[in-house]
């Protein structure tokens, strides 16, 4: 699949997107290019970068005639052999992929929304034209993961990932758990820095997060599961509180992508968790990405390292470049078969039969009885209450209420999201109850 094309001196690849990790990618080839020479034995060319933006300065100066918006001449030209796409988004992105893969050029992408939604279609158009797709970058940005996922680890029966893949959502965290700045201005601050985007939902309501656990679980387990199916939980209703209080418990907070495997299936969910402060992922601060594996042979292992930004990102595309050019993509790509409709998935367990421990913050009536009505609730749901911690409440003007943080024992979903309704409805209770998982 696609070895033969490389067997020349030259290789010619076209980019598209020429925003931050395009400008990346562009300064390593032109400024490092001995560096893919080395590895590749063979000189590799960037002879076109498509953006609908030209005139926008760029802080890299490129060869007359490289920059174009005519993606077209890209896709026409036989002598062009691999298209890294990195505009971004759905489309153009899926419509670009195609036409590449359909004219016969290998894909590296960094996009992954696109393989998210679209991995089916892309990757069945891949194996039908003989060409391949890698997307090392689309995950975890410099952190080798999908790369170990898909051979050192291969022999391995994956029992869980547990990862930080959001690095926008891990920076406003660790600000407010510094206990120096609010939710609102957590994220001003990472707007600021680069880290967040002007519009920063995908990152802080947990899509980004679930669609790079899509790509995880896809790798690490055969999953097929649409992304939109993924219960997801954001960071939006964390209060700088419940950072104290989980301290006080001997926990962080971090936005956790998981998938556990058991006898029952395989479990997926994104939400924000209170994780040990022993545990390796509890302390991954600021935009850092990390991610624990356990395999029945290999045991635990654990990857850390900058989730984004321009050079981190710009090397595992072009980690990827050069594995498609030595052939290493085209043998993977053909063995794993990944996003085959065709091929059985792994069953993926139901939701509400989920089992976990929860982290609960209520606001009540300081008034005698309270409590017996809260654990009868939950103990008439099989939930049984680890700990309980009550504090005055933080708006002094209201001396009538007082906060009550519970943590449960193991309990199942279904049991423990009825028991949030009915407690709601207690006329004791003031406002929304909050709830985070506490990890095993």
Same mark, same amino acid.
């Given at each position: 699949m696609?070895?033969?094309?490389?067997?020349?001196?030259?290789?010619?690849?076209?980019?598209f997107?020429f925003?931050?990790?395009?400008?990346?990618?562009?300064?390593?080839?032109?400024?490092?290019?001995?560096?893919?020479?080395?590895?590749t034995?063979?000189?590799?060319?960037?002879?076109?970068i498509?953006?609908k933006?030209?005139?926008?300065?760029?802080?890299?100066?490129?060869?007359s005639?490289?920059l174009?918006?005519?993606a077209e001449?890209?896709?026409?030209?036989?002598?062009?052999?691999?298209?890294?796409?990195?505009?971004?988004?759905?489309?153009p992105a899926r419509?670009f %992929?195609?036409?590449?893969?359909?004219?016969?050029?290998?894909?590296? +992408? !960094?996009n992954? #929304?696109?393989?998210? @939604?679209?991995? =089916?279609?892309?990757f069945?158009?891949?194996r039908?034209?003989?060409?391949?797709?890698?997307?090392?970058?689309? %995950?975890?940005?410099?952190?080798?993961?999908l790369?170990?996922?898909? +051979? !050192?680890?291969? #022999?391995?029966?994956? @029992?869980?990932? =547990?990862?930080?893949?959001?690095?926008t959502?891990?920076?406003?965290?660790s600000?407010?758990?510094?206990?120096?700045t609010?939710?609102?201005?957590a994220v001003?601050?990472?707007?600021?820095?680069?880290?967040?985007e002007?519009?920063p939902a995908?990152?802080?309501?947990?899509?980004?997060?679930v669609?790079?656990?899509?790509?995880?679980?896809q790798?690490?387990?055969?999953a097929?599961?649409?992304w939109?199916s993924?219960?997801?939980?954001g960071?939006?209703?964390?209060?700088?509180?419940?950072?104290?209080?989980?301290?006080?418990?001997g926990y962080?907070?971090?936005?956790?992508?998981?998938?556990?495997?058991s006898?029952?299936?395989?479990?997926?969910?994104?939400?924000?968790t209170?994780v040990?402060?022993?545990n390796?992922?509890?302390?991954?601060r600021?935009?850092?990405n990390?991610?624990?594996?356990?395999?029945?042979s290999?045991?635990?292992?654990f990857?850390?390292?900058l989730?984004a930004g321009?050079?981190?990102t710009?090397?595992a595309?072009l980690?990827?470049?050069?594995?498609?050019?030595?052939?290493?993509?085209?043998?993977?790509?053909?063995?794993?078969?990944?996003?085959?409709?065709?091929?059985?998935?792994?069953?993926?367990?139901?939701p509400?039969?989920?089992?976990?421990?929860?982290?609960?913050?209520?606001?009540?009536?300081d008034q005698?009885?309270v409590?017996?009505?809260?654990?009868g609730?939950?103990?008439?749901?099989?939930i049984s209450?680890?700990s309980?911690?009550?504090?005055?409440?933080?708006?002094?003007?209201?001396?009538?209420?007082?906060?009550?943080i519970?943590t449960?024992?193991e309990?199942?979903?279904?049991?423990?999201l009825?028991?949030?309704?009915?407690?709601?409805?207690l006329?004791?209770?003031?406002?929304?109850?909050?709830?985070?998982r506490?990890?095993?």
């Open positions: 696609g070895l033969e094309i490389y067997f020349m001196e030259k290789v010619k690849v076209a980019l997107g925003g931050t990790i395009g400008t990346g990618v562009a300064k390593i080839l032109f400024n490092h290019a001995d560096r893919i020479t080395q590895a034995g063979r000189t590799v060319e960037l002879v076109k498509c953006d933006d030209i005139t926008t300065r760029r802080d890299i100066e490129l060869p005639g490289v174009c918006t005519d001449s890209v896709f026409s030209d036989p002598e062009i052999k691999i298209g890294i796409e990195l505009i971004g988004g759905l489309e419509t %992929v195609l036409r590449l893969l359909e004219n016969g050029k290998d894909v590296v +992408t !960094a992954k #929304a696109l393989i998210a @939604q679209h991995g =089916n279609e892309l069945a158009t891949a039908k034209f003989g060409r391949t797709i890698a997307f090392e970058a689309a %995950v975890c940005g410099g952190i080798p993961i790369s170990a996922l898909s +051979t !050192a680890l291969q #022999a391995n029966t994956l @029992q869980s990932i =547990n990862a930080i893949v959001n690095g959502s891990n920076y406003i965290l600000q407010m758990e510094s206990g120096k609010s939710y609102r201005d001003l601050q990472a707007q600021k820095l680069g880290y967040a002007a519009n995908m990152d802080v309501d947990g899509t980004d997060a669609q790079k656990l899509t790509i995880l679980a790798l690490g387990f055969g097929n599961v649409s939109q993924v219960p997801r939980l960071i939006e209703s964390i209060e700088s509180i419940d950072f104290r209080y989980a301290k006080e418990l962080r907070i971090k936005l956790l992508a998981v998938a556990e495997c006898s029952g299936g395989l479990e997926l969910h994104v939400s924000p209170l040990k402060g022993d390796p992922l509890a302390r991954v600021d935009a850092f990390a991610v624990r594996i356990v395999g029945d290999v045991g635990s292992v990857f850390q390292g989730g321009q050079l981190p710009a090397s595309v980690g990827d470049v050069i594995d498609t050019i030595l052939g290493r993509t085209a043998i993977t790509f053909r063995t794993l078969n990944l996003w085959d409709s065709a091929k059985p998935s792994i069953a993926i367990k139901s509400d039969e989920f089992f976990g421990k929860s982290y609960l913050r209520f606001s009540v009536q005698p009885g409590m017996h009505e809260i654990s609730v939950l103990g008439g749901l099989g209450i680890a309980m911690i009550q504090h005055e409440p933080e708006n002094k003007t209201n001396t009538k209420s007082t906060v009550l519970l449960t024992h309990a199942r979903e279904g049991d423990l009825e028991a949030i309704i009915r407690l709601e409805q006329p004791a209770l003031l406002g929304k109850i909050v709830r985070l506490v990890q095993n």
